[in-house]
């Protein structure tokens, strides 16, 4: 029989009037976009364009600015550079558990319609065959509460302007619409996705977001024993560390390059289980950053051997990283992603404990 160590989560204690707990931390001046790319891989299927002001959700943002009151305005609705004093440029913030402003979403803070057009502004931010596991995510995360009951919304800059940016924030959630207006920013920005479904077992049943888990650790067992001594590392990092490393930067695990053919082949599979739950705007503007970055071929993997749910071998913990391009999945005690990607490494962050 397996045993099963315990975990614990500290980060995901409860919010309360949009404050967060003592441990929160600063995801720095600007964040940047998640890209993936087929660089020395085989070609991944490629989405239109990157997003526009003409989007479903960029134009469910104008709708919903248009219609705030200058109360509500007040509010919700910050410059484009807005520093708050606790978490910095406030637009580029992330968290696993937090509202970036008091109101809850279906409050009567909004009007019936104004919730209408957040839910649009959410529903358009998730590609279709993924908006029902994202409502299972929120019914599991909320102990069975309507989407809205928990989350919050920020609007930065002016709706349909050269600057501006929706933000959605809740247990296990950070999501940007900002129309293709954040210089450098796929996503428009740092995002955060997660879930939990109780005490996790190894094998995370339930979970929507394990299968992304299963399609890495495909990869790892592919490896041959000198591939493994290098993918393989005791220990992880803080789960909110990733900034970027630059060019130049030493990338923890096993360089890209070193894989075989096949073991790239898989590797692209396991890119597209990352990008396949965001609508295919966002999976493009993806692409086009790590292209620009130098592809995959630029990029490392690693998998971390501590916080092994089950000691099964089934690695909970592992990061896909390049220059300007981080995906880190922490699998214990439960699911929390954190993607941070950019075009241009340069891009500042700054995470504060």
């Not at 248009?66 to 910050?78: A, H, I, N, P």
């Not at 099964?312 to 999945?329: A, K, M, Y």
Request: aromatic share 10%; charged share 25%; glycine share 10%.
């Amino acid at each position: 029989m397996i045993r099963e160590k315990k975990f614990m989560c500290l980060d995901c204690e409860s919010v309360k009037n949009g404050e967060l707990n003592r441990r929160d931390f600063l995801v720095g001046t600007t964040a940047a976009a998640a890209a993936v790319c087929t660089t020395g891989l085989k070609a991944a299927p490629q989405a239109a364009a990157a997003p526009t002001k003409k989007d479903a959700s960029e134009t469910a943002v104008k709708a919903l600015y248009v219609s705030l009151t200058e109360q509500q305005r007040k509010e919700m609705c910050f410059d484009w550079n807005h520093v708050d004093p606790h978490r910095g440029l406030l637009r580029a913030y992330v968290h696993n558990n937090w509202r970036i402003t008091p109101h809850r979403l279906k409050s009567k803070f909004y009007t019936k319609n104004q919730q209408r057009l957040i839910h649009d502004i959410f529903k358009g931010l998730i590609h279709p065959d993924w908006y029902d596991k994202f409502l299972k995510q929120n019914h599991d995360d909320n102990q069975g509460l309507p989407w809205g009951t928990t989350q919050g919304l920020a609007i930065f800059g002016t709706p349909g302007g050269d600057r501006f940016e929706c933000v959605i924030t809740g247990r296990h959630m950070t999501l940007r619409a900002d129309g293709n207006t954040t210089d450098h920013a796929a996503f428009g920005g740092p995002i955060f996705y997660g879930h939990k479904i109780g005490v996790e077992p190894a094998d995370h049943e339930g979970n929507i977001f394990w299968p992304q888990g299963l399609a890495a650790n495909k990869v790892c067992r592919m490896l041959d024993g000198k591939q493994r001594k290098q993918a393989l590392i005791a220990t992880r990092p803080r789960e909110s560390a990733v900034g970027f490393r630059g060019k130049d930067g030493e990338l923890p695990g096993i360089p890209v390059t070193e894989l075989t053919a096949d073991q790239k082949e898989e590797l692209q599979k396991v890119l597209q289980s990352l990008l396949e739950p965001f609508r295919t705007e966002d999976q493009s503007e993806v692409r086009q950053c790590l292209k620009k970055q130098g592809g995959l071929d630029k990029c490392s993997l690693v998998f971390y051997t501590d916080g092994d749910i089950g000691e099964d071998g089934v690695w909970d913990n592992w990061r896909l990283e390049g220059p300007s391009f981080v995906w880190h999945f922490r699998g214990t005690p439960h699911i929390h992603v954190w993607v941070n990607v950019a075009d241009d490494p340069s891009v500042p962050y700054r995470p504060k404990g």
